[in-house]
């Protein structure tokens, strides 16, 4: 079983839409999750950390459900440049290794 | 500004060479991280350095090598072993965890990428 599961998508959704994507993790001694952004043939970047009350950051919202093991995405008011592959990630605390997810695309159109 | 640099951005390998990526950083992170990107797929980790003169084998190591002689660099080498080493390889770093436990100091940074293709 991978550590980190994402379904790959691919979402396209309208400009303005809501979209929601989940990333369930195996490890239940898992402590810090994030959400990276990647553009096309870009590299990764910090889209924003997971807290264990939920976050919210202007259009983004970030949840956690430690008893179901999977984190959320929820994406308002969707934006053309929200077009990239949103990656789930995971780390346990007790190592240095962060576990990836495939990746979910999103494309919003016009 | 601080950040990671990886050079370089495009590299060609002819068959039975082997070839070096280079990842520096001047953030003053302890940690570092190499994975490999193949299309449609997430990264896996190749090696990780927690400290200088150390590191560790990720998922799959063989058919790298890597070193870890200054806390700033942390080169990658793709041997002649690696049969299949068309790919975007991303350099990161952070904190070390188990230094610093607070949250924001697991975020790994990333390097812009090296793409490797084998002539």
């Known amino acids: ?110 | 500004d601080g950040g990671i640099t990886q050079s370089p951005k495009y590299l060609f390998r002819k068959e039975g060479q082997n070839v070096t990526l280079s990842c520096e950083q001047n953030l003053n992170h302890d940690a570092m991280y190499w994975y490999r990107q193949d299309p449609g797929q997430g990264l896996r980790l190749i090696y990780y350095s927690q400290i200088v003169n150390d590191f560790q084998k990720g998922d799959i190591a063989e058919g790298y090598s890597v070193s870890r002689e200054k806390k700033e660099s942390f080169p990658l080498t793709v041997t002649s072993a690696q049969k299949n080493p068309t790919a975007f390889y991303l350099c990161a770093s952070s904190i070390d965890p188990n230094r610093d436990r607070r949250l924001a100091k697991y975020i790994q940074y990333f390097g812009a990428g090296t793409r490797l293709s084998v002539l």
């Open chain 1, 1 to 110: 079983r991978k550590e980190v599961e994402q379904d790959p998508g691919p979402f396209n959704v309208p400009e303005g839409a809501t979209v929601a994507f989940n990333c369930t993790y195996s490890n239940s001694a898992s402590q810090s999750f994030f959400w990276y952004r990647q553009d096309c043939r870009k590299e990764p970047k910090l889209l924003m950390s997971v807290y264990s009350s939920g976050n919210e950051d202007g259009r983004f919202t970030a949840q956690l459900n430690r008893a179901s093991q999977y984190i959320s995405l929820l994406i308002r008011d969707s934006k053309l440049s929200d077009s990239a592959t949103y990656l789930c990630v995971v780390n346990t605390n007790t190592g240095n290794q962060f576990y990836f997810g495939t990746g979910t695309s999103l494309t919003v159109i016009p």
